[in-house]
């Protein structure tokens, strides 16, 4: 592995190679003492780094809640545990939950081919179902437009979106990579609205938000503070509201609002098997190239996880659920400093209280320093000490925390394609490096 190519991972999250092997873990009971998560956030509220709401769920039960901030912070409306975020591609797990249960029902088929909706969409005569579900379809991701930041704000109707995307030329053969593509899952929604002869938002409503008792959970529009929805913001010097995305070019792929507890009702719903067959939900958690059937799968603190995360306007979110622990987790923010990905870490480390080990200072000493690759004398691994704990460092631009495991074993938690892993001799001189089913040993210059 090269050192090229860990950047990337380490800055994309998309790009590694994921380990299918299981590790043992307790399932964890629910927290007695949530001082430690409410310090956190409270830190995040004082500082002016975050502003969101969180909900934890154990075995369906809500464990856990906390809002800080504003959702206009105009007016100082202050956040509630209710308040309404735009869930951005967290939709797309919305999505392809509706078309296995229209698989189910017998009137969609993974297989069969979409030349019979899009004839002009390129190869749509070799693009099946799968490939759209899969990101495995080659067809142009039309957030990647160059003229994307000019429409955005717009309306755009469903035969205009339409038109645009059967305009571009294919990225790929459809099935032989994965690349991930909004445009697949607004063409999903286009088959839903086919298949019901009804709209994607009465679908969803009649599907997944009545039958599940999501109350706080729809299709949005123009964002409506007086609903209990919030605006999203982005920092110069100041928090600014950010232009909003119409929602006419987010329909399956990101047009959903929710908030943390209806999340984690829908994910514990849909990974229980109280949605779809084992079968489906056991197809839809296969992962070929990094990503699932509308999922992906985490990997945090060497526990295994499913779900996904969203990211529109200002708004991020992550909503994970952990089957060995009958955990769901689902964090939204409206305005953060802070990367989402490095919050949720954080609050899990508390939560899951074995997750953070001790080790001294100066036994934390002997792991710093640089490190060579025994295969490639190139390739280079440099470690910092910042307390009881140590920074990797790649190419002085990307640093970050890692969090010690015990046994002389760091890991780098990502967001997508799991951790990796780093384990030090006791006297610091040799370093195995673990990341997905690559194993590298490096020896102190």
């Known amino acids: ?52 709401s969180l909900a934890i769920s154990h075995k369906g039960k809500i464990v856990y809640t906390n809002a800080i901030g504003f959702s206009d912070i105009e007016t100082k409306k202050k956040s509630t545990i209710d308040t309404r975020y735009r869930i951005g591609s967290i939709s797309k797990t919305f999505t392809a939950t509706l078309i296995f249960k229209a698989i189910e029902e017998d009137k969609l088929a993974l297989n069969q081919t979409i030349e019979t909706y899009f004839p002009n969409v390129k190869n749509a005569k070799k693009i099946t179902i799968a490939h759209l579900l899969q990101h495995r379809s080659g067809i142009h991701n039309f957030t990647r437009d160059k003229s994307f930041s000019e429409f955005r704000t717009h309306y755009k109707s ?30 999903l929604s286009l088959i839903l609205e086919k298949t019901f002869d009804a709209t994607y938002e009465h679908i969803l409503e009649e599907k997944l938000i009545k039958p599940l008792g999501l109350k706080n959970t729809y299709s949005g529009k123009e964002t409506d503070v007086n609903k ?23 329909i399956g792929s990101g047009s959903i609002v929710s908030t943390p507890k209806d999340l984690n009702r829908f994910m514990e719903a849909l990974f229980t098997g109280k949605i779809l067959s084992t079968e489906s939900v056991t197809l839809m958690k296969s992962i070929k190239d990094n990503h699932g059937w509308g999922i992906f799968r985490y990997k945090i603190h060497d ?20 089957p060995e622990e009958e955990l769901s987790f689902t964090l939204t923010t409206n305005a953060s400093k802070t990367d989402v990905n490095t919050i949720y870490s954080e609050i899990l480390d508390l939560y899951f209280s074995d997750a953070v080990k001790e080790i001294s200072e ?13 295969e490639d004398r190139k390739e280079e691994m440099v470690f910092v000490k910042d307390k009881a704990t140590l920074i990797h460092v790649i190419s002085d631009e990307f640093k970050e925390l890692l969090v010690y495991k015990g046994d002389n074993r760091f890991v780098m938690n990502q967001m997508h394609g799991g951790s990796i892993s780093f384990t030090f001799s006791p006297d610091g001189k040799e370093l195995t490096l673990e990341q997905g089913d690559y194993t590298g040993v490096y020896r102190k210059e």
Request: negative net charge; proline residues 3%.
């Open 1 to 52: 592995m090269k050192k090229s190519i860990c950047f990337i991972i380490a800055l994309a999250l998309f790009s590694c190679k994921e380990n299918t092997g299981k590790t043992e873990v307790k399932k964890q009971e629910p927290v007695s003492n949530t001082s430690k998560i409410d310090s956190l956030l409270k830190k995040y509220e004082q500082n002016g780094g975050f502003m969101g």
């Open 158 to 187: 469903p035969t205009a979106m339409l038109t645009m995307i059967s305009g571009y030329d294919s990225d790929f053969e459809p099935g032989s990579t994965g690349d991930y593509s909004n445009s697949n899952y607004f063409l």
């Open 228 to 250: 209990n929805e919030c605006y999203s913001y982005v920092f110069a010097d100041k928090w600014t509201k950010f232009p909003e995305t119409d929602m006419s070019i987010t």
């Open 303 to 322: 526990r295994e996880g499913y779900g996904h995360g969203g990211h529109l306007d200002g708004f991020r979110s992550s909503s994970i659920y952990f």
């Open 362 to 374: 100066s036994e934390v000493e002997k792991f710093a320093g640089a490190y060579i690759s025994e």
